[in-house]
Every structure is written in structure tokens, then in C-alpha cells.
Nanobody
């Protein structure tokens, strides 16, 4: 499975972005999908995840109510809709795919990773 994240860019605080993660190769329709971010000088951390069927979603406390994760299995694409962006959301965002497990909030729950897309939020 190869994952390609896109949609990052420079946006002003309060603005919105939509990140996309396209999967190539093996289907990911039976995988949980997640987004993680890594800010400069910080550890990579969990942002959001969605179950393989799309019936369960998970968010970090810092993005709950502002970000929405969704997926279109027919297009083999996962999205992260980011709104009310804050300067502290500035980071490289990575998408990941993993076999269903309880570790949806942990990097260890994912087997495949995309290359990352950079999001910069200016104040």
C-alpha cells in the first residue's frame, strides 16, 4: 500500500484546509485510516482516525470540533477537513493505514505511512 497525502499549504488563522490521502496498490477499504502531525521539534502525535467502514471516528482533544475525518472507499481516499485553524496546528500532517485494532490513537496501530503534507497557519 502506498499513501500520498496532499492539500497542505499556508493559511491564515481561522481559515480552512482539506487534506487528502490517496491510496495506491492494495485496497485500504478494510483498514483503519489515521492522520498524525509533527510540529517542528516535537514528537509525531495523533490527530484523527476513522474505522474501515467509516462508522467510527476518533479525534484528539486539540482538534475535536474543528477537524472532521472522512473516507471514500470507492476512491480509496481519506480526507481531513480542517477548520478554525490555529497557529498551533502548524505541522507536517501524515496519513496512515492499519489493520483494525484498538490502537487507533497510536502510531503502533498503523502499518503504512504517507510522506506528509505541510500545513502552516499564520497568525
Amino acid at each position: 500500500v502506498q499513501l500520498q497525502a496532499s492539500g497542505g499549504g499556508l493559511v491564515q488563522a481561522g481559515g480552512s484546509l482539506r487534506l487528502s490521502c490517496a491510496a495506491y496498490g492494495r485496497t485500504v477499504s478494510t483498514y483503519n485510516m489515521g492522520w498524525f502531525c509533527q510540529a517542528p521539534g516535537k514528537e509525531r502525535e495523533f490527530v484523527a482516525a476513522i474505522s474501515w467502514a467509516g462508522d467510527f471516528t476518533y479525534y484528539s482533544d486539540s482538534v475535536k470540533g474543528r477537524f472532521t475525518i472522512s473516507r471514500d472507499n470507492a476512491k480509496k481516499t481519506v480526507y481531513l477537513h480542517m477548520s478554525s485553524l490555529k497557529p498551533e496546528d502548524t505541522a507536517v500532517y501524515y496519513c496512515a493505514a492499519g489493520t483494525p485494532s484498538v490502537r487507533v490513537r497510536s502510531q503502533s496501530g498503523y502499518d503504512y505511512w504517507g510522506q506528509g503534507t505541510e500545513v502552516t497557519v499564520s497568525s
